[in-house]
């Protein structure tokens, strides 16, 4: 007998070997199915991508770029990278590439490291506005490191107020302007961000984390034709691999790819970058572009359907893939609804809303998004009906069971990896 051609996972020698952590990854697949997963950081992601993540790719040391490694034996590893690089400038029509940030918040501190010293000002968006942790909270490297000038939304509107973001990069001069943000529901105008970049000879960098999906899909417009600098995350609405990685200029290839090696990372994690690749290639197919729209528009039925029962959108509504909600007309607290929630077998974060009077581990609202639900085939109908549950959860905490019975009823048509994937 000789040796089989191919080599990859199997789970009845995990089983065999170790039961103990064999169940842990049967239990997390039963709580998948057996829920409605709302995070909307989340996806499913395909068994194609699963399979280039478990292959033997894993085992593989390339410090350095294809062509040029520090080991020896890269040739076919190579070939990955490279497939990775060219889907992601094809996607997302990008002059370069660089795929092998570990991380959305390790593909920003590369890019912080490649336009910034330490101790240079850049301007970027409130944590508490939506922003992200790595857009200047002195809890991360980020506002330890950097002088940071943050903006916000607009008390009346809840939309970015662009006029202090101009206001601010004139008075601060800041080297870098951050644009994107990890719970803000709307468009950005990244033409405005470019001008004010512009007026005052700053680089732009956005973070598209969450929506590249979206973007990719041509469902929202592309921050790429404006931004010098796109950071983004391969495992949210993209429906990748867990990882991170760079978009930008040809101009500013060479400082991208030195900061992200061999500055902030040595080895890349080959498996993970040929999963990219995977993912890359299948957002090019025409059904990742319904896909993408699906997702919307299944963001924009939930959003009614929440806001018709009392639960309002912060800024009103939705543009994308998520919606904030303000719970305070409910009186409870963010922290009770993802509770209550939970109890009745749907997953979701609680989240502050802007100028929230609650701290981060209380606040007043939550945060949901249609990506995982949309990649199990439901469409606006559903979405509808996952509105009426999400808020008979919060409202009616002594329901929980008979939610619960409502959700097993709409999963059992929309079950996550059944045989239909
Ligand atoms: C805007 C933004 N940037 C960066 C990140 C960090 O990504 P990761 O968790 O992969 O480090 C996130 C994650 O939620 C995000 O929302």
Redesign the pocket.
């Known amino acids: 007998m000789g040796v089989p051609p191919y080599y990859g996972p199997d789970f009845g020698r995990l089983q065999r070997q170790d039961p103990e952590l064999a169940q842990v990854l049967l239990d997390e697949l039963d709580r998948v199915r057996g829920g409605l997963q709302l995070i909307a950081?989340e996806n499913l992601t395909s068994p194609a991508v699963l399979a280039a993540l478990g292959s033997t790719l894993n085992n593989k040391y390339a410090e350095g770029y294809p062509g040029n490694r520090y080991y020896g034996g890269c040739e076919v590893v190579d070939r990955a990278e490279r497939l990775a690089i060219e889907r992601a400038c094809q996607l997302f029509g990008a002059e370069h590439a660089n795929v092998q940030p570990h991380?959305?918040?390790?593909?920003?501190l590369a890019a912080y490291a490649a336009l910034l010293q330490p101790g240079d000002t850049m301007l970027a968006m409130d944590l508490l506005h939506g922003g992200?942790l790595?857009?200047g909270s002195k809890m991360n490297f980020s506002g330890r490191w950097f002088d940071v000038v943050s903006y916000g939304v607009r008390r009346d509107t809840e939309l970015i107020d662009y006029d202090e973001v101009r206001d601010l990069a004139v008075r601060h001069r800041p080297k870098v302007i951050v644009c994107?943000?990890?719970s803000y529901a709307r468009l950005i105008d990244f033409a405005v961000f470019r001008g004010i970049s512009d007026e005052v000879g700053a680089w732009l960098l956005a973070?598209v984390?969450?929506p590249i999906g979206l973007m990719a899909g041509g469902a929202i417009p592309s921050a790429v034709p404006y931004a010098d600098v796109v950071?983004y995350?391969t495992?949210?609405a993209l429906r990748g691999p867990?990882?991170?990685g760079i978009l930008c200029t040809a101009e500013l290839a060479g400082r991208i790819d030195r900061a992200v090696y061999p500055f902030i990372q040595s080895g890349p994690l080959m498996h993970a970058v040929a999963a990219k690749a995977v993912a890359f290639g299948e957002a090019l197919r025409p059904e990742f572009g319904e896909y993408a729209k699906q997702v919307v528009a299944n963001a924009q039925a939930l959003c009614d359907s929440l806001g018709a029962e009392g639960m309002r959108p912060v800024s009103g509504g939705t543009d994308t893939h998520l919606m904030l909600i303000d719970l305070r007309d409910l009186g409870v607290s963010g922290a009770e609804a993802e509770r209550r929630c939970a109890a009745a077998g749907i997953t979701l974060n609680r989240n502050v809303i802007p100028y929230d009077p609650e701290p981060p581990a209380v606040t007043s609202g939550m945060r949901v998004g249609t990506p995982c639900l949309t990649t199990q085939g439901m469409g606006p109908q559903e979405l509808k009906e996952v509105g009426t549950l999400v808020v008979r959860a919060v409202r009616h905490p002594g329901a929980a069971a008979e939610v619960k019975e409502r959700v097993s009823a709409l999963l059992a048509a929309f079950q996550p990896y059944d045989s239909e994937y």
Do not use: L, M, P, Y
């Open positions: 950081s991380s959305g918040a390790s593909a920003n992200h790595t857009h994107g943000a990890t973070d984390a969450h950071t995350t495992h949210k867990r990882g991170g």
